[in-house]
């Protein structure tokens, strides 16, 4: 199917239904933008038309979540060199015509983008929207978990997608959204990630993003789907909690340098358009399989009937996993927890 009609009549620009960057989010932009050039906080003030007050409180907000905003007296205030800002400008600068990303909303703190993107896309915002934390309270991973996501390191986002399908057929924007990350971190950084079905990125057999993909519907179309996605992008090892160390990882990790988020961001959302420009299913699992090292690979999928355990063969054509048990027949898994089989 192609993308060309599938997204909503409201446009592909401008949006309804959620609220516009908050103040303090445009503090921290603006200030990102000036970078190491002090900025009087009445100017910001008239700047964004806003009260002197609401800037103080953003600067408040800002230094609780760890970043340094220095006083200049007589000139104002400045963050700190090195601090990665997200700029909604040069990413749309970046994006170009496209239109996935083109409408950003952006916010210094959420419990979670994919709970705001929900409530978004119920009153009518846009496809392509996207909702952006530089700090998630409570991120939302599969099967309930909590996503680690602190300020400034990462990315955490989540995308209003409207396209024409069946809610059968959601799996490809799950599993497309896996490819999709997997080209933007090659052609970012040049390392390869492998897709680990159905939703995550993994390097140096560390998670380095995951993907949540939460589909609205009825009568088995598709109203809307949001699309969740956490990356890891300059964390240093020692950043991850400890429970975290041995499991997780970041570009930053795997590359030794840091990475421009605006322009990962933009790179992410540039390789999401291209796969999702057709949205047929034997296209995805080939785009999928043709990136996945799973196949051959002995798995067990935690499911809610139980462990299945086998070889990864393939994905089929409806997005389940085909897992070849010791009997030597073939099982269709839909949804469950992979990891290796060390049973054998």
């Known amino acids: 199917m192609s993308a060309k009609r599938a997204y909503s009549s409201k446009g592909s620009t401008g949006f309804t239904g959620v609220a516009e960057t908050p103040i ?16 009087p906080v009445r100017d910001i003030a008239v700047l964004l038309s806003c009260r002197t007050a609401d800037v103080l409180g953003a600067v408040e907000a800002m230094r609780r979540l760890g970043y340094s905003v220095s006083d200049c007296p007589g000139a104002g205030i400045r963050l700190a060199t090195e601090t990665d800002v997200i700029v909604r400008s040069r990413l749309l600068d970046g994006l170009g015509p496209r239109v996935l990303g083109r409408s950003p909303v952006c916010f210094l703190e959420l419990d979670s983008t994919n709970a705001v993107a929900t409530r978004a896309a119920l009153t009518g915002a846009a496809h392509g929207t996207v909702v952006l934390a ?30 024409d399908l069946t809610a059968s057929r959601a799996w490809m924007l799950t599993l497309g959204a896996a490819v999709a990350l997997a080209d933007a971190v090659e052609a970012a950084t040049g390392v390869c990630p492998d897709v680990r079905w159905p939703n995550d990125l993994y390097l140096n057999d560390r998670k380095l993003a995951g993907i949540l993909t939460e589909v609205r519907g009825r009568d088995d179309r598709l109203d809307f789907a949001v699309l969740g996605i956490g990356i890891n992008v300059n964390q240093e090892e020692a950043d991850f909690p400890a429970s975290l160390q041995d499991t997780a ?3 930053r990790c795997g590359t030794g340098r840091t990475h421009d988020r605006t322009a990962f961001l933009a790179e992410a959302l540039r390789a999401l358009e291209q796969v999702y420009a057709v949205l047929d299913a034997e296209r995805i699992r080939k785009l999928w399989t043709a990136r996945a090292r799973m196949p051959g690979k002995r798995v067990c999928i935690m499911t809610h009937a139980g462990p299945v355990r ?25 949804g469950g927890d992979v990891g290796d089989d060390t049973s054998v």
Do not use: C, M
Request: glycine share 16%; hydrophobic share 40%.
């Open 249 to 251: 990882t970041s570009l």
């Open 134 to 163: 530089e700090h998630q309270r409570a991120g939302r991973g599969r099967l309930g978990r909590n996503w680690f996501s602190p300020p400034g390191v990462g990315l955490w986002f989540s995308l209003i997608l409207r396209y």
């Open 310 to 334: 086998g070889v990864a063969e393939d994905v089929g054509t409806d997005g389940a996993l085909l897992v070849r048990g010791a009997d030597g027949g073939v099982r269709r898994v839909l």
């Open 24 to 39: 303090a989010y445009r503090v921290l932009e603006l200030l990102g933008k000036e970078r190491t050039t002090p900025v």
